[in-house]
């Protein structure tokens, strides 16, 4: 079962289809979901089912300096180019009418407000009360986009009287009506702030024409009508020009919903709950979700501390409102308070996010430590093989050509269980799954290589070595084929098609060698990984969890 929140379909949101095209999807309506897409014959993996174009876009709340009219982030100290009407910071001349700059500068240019470096510098809400106004100038300068728009779901009800409303109420509410003097109410304003935190998306591209990354935020009301699944059937990516591709990820049967996904893939039930609710206001009880073991992943699994069991430790309930919900080892029903569980996850992400940046033997000790505690295939671990499987080969003195030989089995132990992991909660095409494909193909192509240059393989196995590699270049580029190509995916995509064409060339010289050129392989010697380990039991840190929390 998805979830999502309640929407009406956006007027207009279909305009810009070719309707010459045959959609295999429709738009249906039911009181749990409102309005949602659902498959009216099979889809088939990699399909394209529509290209959505933002209502509007605007720069993120927390961004620093950018231009208004292209979104160029610009230097704070050294940029000093203002728009001639109303003092914002832009590019030049040019961008002054750029984009949707325009709007604001209707209200500002009328205002006696001028930013402020010194502001900007210190605090930087400035930037989150302009997609708000952009928004509020729809409504005299784009009747038809006003209407799409003031149709979508605000959660006005929900929002009301939160953190969240309170913050909107100083940076947004009270700077345009107070200080710019914006003809506005609270109540729309705060409706429109509604409207954006539930259905706005990242854009995850970048600037034409060069490597810089937008920090831009917009609304696509197409994509808005998706529902929320934590394992979706979708994959979706913002192209240069900042129109939206959404294809079919993996295959969605006649009947089934289209889905998309507002959560991190590689966060755990009850963080994803508590984002989904914070942000988006609705419990999400997806099948992910519903299942204490995440699909059979474990993903917030610890392991059981009591003697001799071996069991897995995880909620009773995973949908419980209150995430209160005591966990259990499926064994010997040993048990555990959810707090403490939060506690005990929290104190694993303050001890990552203090890590030393690109230091991959820290990350290894970390990971050496909670290895006890943890279930293999815990959100933290899987998170630690993540950046592991992108420093070794990446970093400095981890390069690929200074690895050794142990370091190289590290990265590839690494990737292959992120692989394993992406395989059941995102299969199909995914950005992340096509990464990791590439990051995998390296390490198992240059050790080939060096046992080749050796004569320390034999035929058989270099050949079933590159026809390995062969796979995860063509599963590279499966995932990857709709990124924009001035991204970093859309790079990687772009030079795993050269390392391919090289590679199946490579197959063919490598088949046609005699056997002399070739020895059998070598007895594989371990070496250290240069990392001490700290060794802790979950019963001895629970206990002083226990102890802090009381």
Avoid at 126 to 141: A, D, H, T, V
Avoid at 380 to 385: A, K, M, S
């Amino acid at each position: 079962m998805t979830s999502r929140k309640k929407n009406a379909v956006p007027v207009g949101a279909l305009d810009h289809l070719d309707i010459k095209k045959k959609r295999k999807w429709d738009i249906e309506y039911n009181d749990q979901y409102g309005r949602y897409i659902v498959a009216k014959e099979d889809i088939g993996e990699g399909e394209v089912l529509f290209v959505d174009y933002p209502i509007v876009t605007g720069p993120k709340q927390d961004c620093s300096m950018v231009c208004l009219g292209c979104y160029r982030q610009l230097d704070v100290y050294e940029h000093t180019y203002r728009c001639s009407k109303c003092g914002w910071w832009v590019c030049d001349a040019d961008c002054e009418n750029r984009g949707y700059h325009p709007l604001e500068c209707q209200v500002f240019s009328k205002s006696s407000y001028t930013p402020d470096i010194n502001t900007l510098v210190e605090d930087r809400p400035i930037y989150e009360s302009i997609l708000p106004l952009r928004c509020f100038m729809l409504k005299k300068n784009d009747v038809k986009k006003w209407k799409t728009l003031s149709e979508m779901e605000s959660h006005d009800d929900l929002r009301r009287g939160n953190d969240l409303w309170k913050e909107e109420q100083v940076n947004v509410c009270d700077f345009l009506i107070r200080k710019i003097g914006l003809d506005a109410d609270d109540a729309t304003l705060h409706t429109i702030n509604g409207i954006l935190d539930v259905n706005c998306h990242e854009v995850r591209s970048n600037i034409p024409g060069t490597q810089l990354e937008y920090r831009v935020r917009g609304i696509y009301p197409l994509c808005a009508m998706m529902s929320h699944d934590c394992s979706s059937n979708t994959h979706h990516s913002v192209m240069e020009d900042m129109t939206m591709v959404v294809v079919a990820s993996r295959q969605i049967p006649k009947g089934h919903q289209a889905t998309g996904t507002y959560t991190h893939l590689l966060s755990a039930t009850t963080e994803r709950r508590k984002h989904l609710r914070y942000g988006k206001f609705f419990d999400c009880i997806c099948e992910r979700c519903s299942d204490p073991t995440e699909l059979g992943t474990y993903f917030g699994g610890l392991k059981c501390s009591q003697a001799g069991c071996g069991g897995i430790v995880m909620s009773t309930n995973p949908v419980d409102p209150t995430n209160d919900a005591p966990w259990a080892c499926k064994k010997c029903n040993f048990q555990v308070k959810a707090q403490i569980v939060e506690r005990l996850n929290k104190m694993v992400y303050y001890e990552l996010r203090n890590a030393t940046p690109n230091d991959p033997m820290e990350l290894e000790m970390i990971f050496k430590k909670y290895s006890n505690i943890l279930h293999d295939n815990h959100f933290h671990l899987v998170g630690i093989r993540h950046s592991l499987s992108q420093m070794y080969g990446r970093v400095e003195g981890y390069l690929l050509n200074e690895m050794t030989d142990s370091q190289m089995t590290r990265k590839e132990e690494c990737c292959r269980q992120l692989l394993s992991t992406i395989g059941v909660i995102d299969p199909g095409i995914s950005r992340l799954r096509g990464l990791t494909m590439y990051e995998l193909h390296a390490p198992i192509l240059l050790r080939t290589n060096r046992a080749f240059q050796s004569r320390a393989i034999p035929k058989s196995e270099m050949i079933q070595k590159l026809e390995e590699v062969e796979k995860l270049l063509e599963g590279t580029l499966n995932c990857l084929q709709f990124e924009p190509q001035s991204s970093f995916e859309g790079q990687i995509n772009k030079i795993a098609k050269g390392s391919l064409s090289e590679l199946k060339k490579w197959i063919v010289t490598v088949k046609d060698l005699p056997p002399e050129t070739f020895a059998p392989e070598e007895e594989d010697v371990e070496e250290g990984t240069g990392c001490e380990e700290e060794n802790v039991t979950l019963e001895g840190l629970l206990k002083k969890l226990e102890g802090s929390h009381s």
